[in-house]
């Protein structure tokens, strides 16, 4: 399920860059103003992930399609080690997928050098910059996450903040990064465009901004860890991961499912 989720990203993704991108497209000529052309691309894939995280696949596997995300769960305790390892696995060979798909699909248009198989490079103000940017949009979308799913009021609403926020970073830090915050998603653009530049920050930045969202989270909880590692918790859905009650302070009403 976490492989045909990235799948899925990594197919809409390179088709709506292709459609946004390409110097054939209608769509191209009609939005000509590049952040009107963002924006765009920021609504379809924040609709996209909230319909991820929504659907039968994101309630039974937690709706994680993200390693840096699975790891920072595993940090805190959520996760088995080798969950931890089949979900990676799958989540990298799942984009690898989705990419292949795309370019099947489409026939072969992602190549083209304005959509480049929709791969994440740093902007124009360097790599510092956009190790940088990925930290921060990776720190703020784990912190959230965290924060969300642990409030019982804001918990069912927990996939609409994150396609807000998705939306919002390719709107506006797209430019800095090309917006990854998913090592699985970066790589399954680069194997297929055989380009692999500055790489190594898209594996290292999210990852390092989501453990650190884990640890303010942890110190502001006094050490407590979070309920589960399900972005999406629902009845009558199976979970692999560890269960903990939310503390008072951080519930209203009834406890949450789990």
């Not at 304005?114 to 790599?127: F, L």
Request: proline share 6%.
């Amino acid at each position: 399920m976490e492989a045909g989720e990235l799948a899925l990203y990594l197919f809409l993704a390179c088709g709506f860059v292709t459609l946004l991108q390409h110097p054939g497209s209608p769509v191209q000529r009609l939005i000509p103003d590049g952040i009107a052309r963002r924006a765009a691309m920021g609504v379809a894939m924040g609709t996209a992930v909230t319909v991820i995280v929504f659907s039968p696949w994101g309630k039974r596997s937690g709706g994680h399609f993200n390693p840096a995300l699975t790891f920072a769960y595993y940090r805190l305790g959520k996760v088995e080690f080798w969950d931890l390892c089949f979900y990676c696995a799958a989540q990298f060979l799942g984009a690898i997928a989705g990419v292949e798909l795309a370019c099947l699909v489409l026939s072969g248009a992602p190549s083209n050098h304005a959509v480049n198989y929709a791969v994440t490079v740093p902007g124009m103000y360097g790599v510092t910059v956009a190790f940088a940017g990925e930290l921060a949009i990776s720190f703020v979308l784990m912190f959230t996450v965290l924060f969300v799913t642990n409030r019982e009021a804001l918990a069912p609403y927990t996939a609409f903040f994150v396609g807000a926020l998705v939306a919002s970073y390719y709107t506006f830090e797209s430019p800095l990064s090309g917006m990854s915050t998913n090592p699985a998603r970066t790589v399954g653009s680069a194997f297929r465009a055989d380009y692999w530049h500055a790489a190594w920050l898209y594996f290292l930045a999210p990852a390092l901004g989501m453990l650190i969202a884990a640890e303010v989270f942890l110190r502001i909880r006094r050490g407590a860890p979070p309920v589960c590692a399900k972005l999406r918790h629902c009845d009558g859905k199976l979970c692999i991961f560890h269960h903990d009650a939310p503390p008072p302070e951080l519930r209203s009403g009834r406890s949450q499912n789990g």
